[in-house]
Nanobody, 129 residues
Framework: QVQLVESGGGLVQAGGSLRLSCVAS????????MGWFRQAPGKEREFVAA????????YSADSVKGRFTISRDNAKNTVYLQMNSLKPEDTAVYYC??????????????????????WGKGTLVTVSS
């Protein structure tokens, strides 16, 4: 059982930056591909980004490409989401996700959330205009 705890959310003005962190409880953190999803009020959950065990492969949603960067530090059991040039439409609860297996797999699976076995409780990001 992997427990995921997100932090780093908050209120920021449009154009600003935030860095989200997600710490995993499992000492075999490097055995998981990790991802970030978000859910805005009244909307369905949306894929944001994913990263392989080594950090060598990543996927990002088109809506965040060039603005958000996913990374990980296996020594700290932590995955990050650096968010720059934030927009009001980025306002959402951001969830950390873990999927067993080191490779990233097909992008479509991440977009649908298929195979994600563990979820954090989320951290709220609010971007004001």
């Amino acid at each position: 059982q992997v427990q995921l705890v997100e932090s780093g959310g908050g209120l920021v003005q449009a154009g600003g930056s935030l860095r989200l962190s997600c710490v995993a409880s499992d000492r075999t953190f490097s055995n998981y591909a990790m991802g970030w999803f978000r859910q805005a009020p009244g909307k369905e959950r949306e894929f944001v980004a994913a990263i392989s065990w080594s950090g060598g492969s990543t996927y990002s949603a088109d809506s965040v490409k060039g603005r958000f960067t996913i990374s990980r530090d296996n020594a700290k059991n932590t995955v990050y989401l650096q968010m720059n040039s934030l927009k009001p439409e980025d306002t959402a609860v951001y969830y950390c996700a873990a999927r067993t297996g080191r490779i990233l797999g097909q992008r479509g699976n991440w977009v649908s959330g298929y195979g994600v076995g563990y979820w954090g409780k989320g951290t709220l990001v609010t971007v004001s205009s």
